[in-house]
């Protein structure tokens, strides 16, 4: 069964999001792990039927190696985005991990990724889920 942690932050809403879509495409099919930046973001995700969650920079740490695919907003990659919530130990643990990474272009941050465009939050994770996972999960099942 394959593995995909979800990583938010702040108030959880990109998160629950992506994990209700992941929950009607895929079913029991994958397991969903909710990895917050802080427990609230924790507790929505988990609301939206993750299969697993935990909070804070270890759980980020110590999950990212083991998972399949890891999704969520840019900013779990950049060091101190979403107000100081993404620290650099969760941005290096996300991007040294094996596992394969769908991120979405959203953040505060003064970030502008170039060739992307400016969508709804739903319409994202529609695009995601039909056009990369998909097909993605496919290919490794």
């Not at 909710?34 to 909070?55: D, F, V």
């Not at 996300?94 to 596992?99: D, H, I, K």
């Not at 994202?124 to 990369?132: A, H, R, Y």
């Amino acid at each position: 069964m394959l593995r995909i942690a979800v990583i938010d932050g702040q108030g959880g809403g990109i998160g629950a999001v992506i994990i209700k879509r992941l929950k009607e495409a895929f079913g029991v099919d994958v397991e969903v792990l909710a990895l917050g930046t802080n427990a609230i973001a924790t507790s929505q995700m988990m609301k939206a039927r993750a299969n697993r969650g935990a909070t804070g920079e270890n759980a980020v740490q110590v999950t990212s190696p083991l998972v399949d695919a890891i999704i969520g907003p840019i900013s779990i990659i950049l060091a101190d985005a979403m107000m100081g919530e993404v620290t650099p130990r969760m941005a290096r643990a996300v991007t040294a991990s094996p596992a394969a990474k769908f991120l979405l272009p959203l953040t505060q941050e003064n970030v502008q990724v170039v060739g992307v465009r400016r969508e709804p939050l739903p319409h994202q994770v529609d695009d995601l889920i039909e056009n990369l996972l998909k097909p993605w999960v496919d290919s490794h099942v």
